[in-house]
C-alpha cells in the first residue's frame, strides 16, 4: 500500500496547456507539500499545507494553484504552461512537527514542449 | 538564513570502499537532520535522521550519520559500499512547515 502516491508519474505537453498533479498520503499526516526538483536534482520548495491551510507559498508564479480538498489530498494545477516548467515535481507529506521526516511520492516528470 | 551545503556534487568509489559525504548545515535553533537517497525515477528514501540525544545515529542499508554541532557538520558514512548504492544522495535540515535540501551528493560505484 503506497504512503504518498501521485499520479500521473509521466505528463508531457504543450506549452499554454493546463494541467493538473494529483496526490493522496494514506499515512494520516497533518502536512503536505509539494517540491520542484530541476534538471540539476535542486530539491524546492513550493508550498506546504498544514490541515488543508496554506502555510508556505514560496515565491511560486500564480500560475501554479494547489488545493487541498481534505488532509489527505494536495493536488497542483498549473495553468498556462511554460517551457521552463519542465521538471520533477514531488508530492511529501510529514506529522506537523519539526522531527518528524517527510515522506516523498515517486514523482512526476513534466515535459513541456 | 537556514540552508544546507552539500559541497561535493559527484563522488567515485570502488565497491568495497568506505565512503562519506559531506553535508554542512546553517540554522539558528536545535537543527533536526536528515539524510535521503534518491534512486534514478524514483522517489527519496529516508536513510537516517538526528534530532537529538547519540550524536552517532545508525540507519537503514549500513549508513550512519554524525552530528557534530561544533563544525556544523551531519556527515554520511558507509563502511563498505556495494554496487547498489549508487544513487543521488541529499541531506536536508528541518525548518518551519518546510525541508530545507543541499544540492545533492551523485555516489558513483565503480565494480
Known amino acids: 500500500d503506497t504512503a504518498v502516491s501521485q499520479t500521473p508519474k509521466y505528463l508531457v505537453t504543450q506549452m499554454g496547456n493546463d494541467k493538473s498533479i494529483k496526490c493522496e498520503q494514506n499515512l494520516g499526516h497533518d502536512t503536505m507539500y509539494w517540491y520542484k526538483q530541476d534538471s540539476k536534482k535542486f530539491l524546492k520548495i513550493m508550498f506546504s499545507?498544514?490541515?488543508?491551510?496554506?502555510?508556505i507559498n514560496e515565491t511560486v508564479p500564480n500560475r501554479f494553484s494547489p488545493k487541498s480538498p481534505d488532509k489527505a489530498h494536495l493536488n497542483l494545477h498549473i495553468n498556462s504552461l511554460e517551457l521552463g516548467d519542465s521538471a520533477v515535481y514531488f508530492c511529501?507529506?510529514?506529522?506537523?512537527?519539526?522531527?518528524?521526516?517527510?515522506?516523498f511520492g515517486q514523482g512526476t516528470r513534466l515535459t513541456v514542449v | 538564513a537556514q540552508s544546507v551545503t552539500q559541497p561535493d556534487i559527484h563522488i567515485t568509489v570502488s565497491e568495497g570502499a568506505s565512503l562519506e559525504l559531506r553535508c554542512n548545515y546553517s540554522?539558528?535553533?536545535?537543527?533536526?537532520l536528515f539524510w535521503y537517497v534518491q534512486s534514478p525515477g524514483q522517489g527519496l528514501q529516508l536513510l537516517l535522521k538526528y534530532f537529538s540525544g547519540d550524536t552517532l545515529v545508525q540507519g537503514i542499508k549500513g549508513f550512519e550519520a554524525e552530528f557534530k554541532r561544533s563544525q556544523s557538520s551531519f556527515n554520511l558514512r558507509k563502511p563498505s559500499v556495494h554496487w547498489s548504492d549508487a544513487a543521488e544522495y541529499f541531506c536536508?535540515?528541518?525548518?518551519?512547515?518546510?525541508?530545507?535540501f543541499g544540492t545533492g551528493t551523485r555516489l558513483k560505484v565503480l565494480a
Open positions: 536536508a535540515v528541518s525548518g518551519t512547515y518546510k525541508y530545507i
Open positions: 511529501a507529506s510529514s506529522q506537523a512537527d519539526r522531527g518528524s521526516e517527510a515522506f
Open positions: 540554522y539558528g535553533a536545535t537543527p533536526y
Open positions: 499545507y498544514n490541515n488543508k491551510e496554506l502555510i
